[in-house]
């Protein structure tokens, strides 16, 4: 592989089955995420033909670089059934609350797969592969778990190691620890895994002293992670990781609930921080590929990674959006989100106000367990 950034244009993967929510009642993810982006993408002048690559469905083959054959059949099956039985509900974590069946669930499931290994093959080429709908990082090889059915980031990890990528970064920005992917290649030489995630929150994984297989860098934050604070770990300890290891390819999980705002997580983060990070990380590698994630405000979903497809693409952002772009965040709705708390520039832009805060000891210290990470 060469040692260039990737000098093709970045490519939007994605798929109009986004733009039908598939979870339904009162699942935190029964609301409008990827379509939205989609849609605000367009309403900017921002996605086109040349730039938009739609998801192809993960085969049964693809799928089996990871997952169980038994598990990718049984989900196939209920999926088209739309029932599970007890047996089935409890060895494999499906048809539970926090896994429900709906129509489509496959379907759905195996296209976000199928996108991210399209990412992955995009990114060989020399392109940044932004891919909205993936990030399902707690899936695990026989089982459901945290709201993903499969692990898109693993299979576009795998992807990327068959085009002969050696050595590879995962970050993963989500407010929950990426403990499905870090597991995944605990013992294999060619990957590393970062994880920045909000401390005692579920699956209560991803420790400080975790460092996995010896390549897995864990940074749980607490409370109210603001702006200064994600600099500082950025500029400490990941970026000086990622020029150490000098990866042939990244991927980043992009998760939303990182932001303040989100209704499942404490993290106060503006998308400007985010931004900046993804960007830093994005320029370290010639290969890269950006997913989606957690998030479950679906006005922050959207102007973040709406925003985050502009930064990578190297558009001209509006102080304020214009009235087609508007009228798709007013369009918005959500359960978990009180009327009091939504903000009115959910409404007129994409960039929040950064929250620079304080840089606290706890967060301070958590350079001395980076220096165990050799
Ligand atoms: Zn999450």
Known sequence: MSDAVATLPPVFVSHDVYRHTG???NHPLAIARVGPVMDLCEALGWLDAASYRESPRASDEQLGW??????VRILKEISLVGAVDAQ???RYGLGTMENPLFPGMFERAATSVGGSILAAELALEGRVAFHPAGGTHHGRPDRASGFCYFNDPVLAILALLKGGVDTLLYVDLDAHHGDG????FAADERVWTASIHEQNRWPHTGAAHDVGGGRSLNLPVPRGFNDAELAFLAEKILFPLSERIRPEAV???????????????KMALSNVALW???????AAAPAAVVLGGGGYNPWTVARYWTGLWGRISHEEFPDRLPPGARAILEGLSC???DDEDRRPEWLTTLADAPNPGPVRPEIERLMERSHELA
């Open 23 to 25: 979870y339904a009642g």
């Open 66 to 71: 990871f997952h169980a054959g038994d598990y």
């Open 88 to 90: 089935t509900r409890a």
């Open 181 to 184: 992917v870090q597991d995944a």
């Open 251 to 265: 991927v980043l999980t992009c998760g939303a609930d990182a932001l303040a705002g989100d209704p499942l997580s």
């Open 276 to 282: 900046r990070t993804v960007e830093r990380l994005v």
């Open 335 to 337: 359960d978990l989100v």
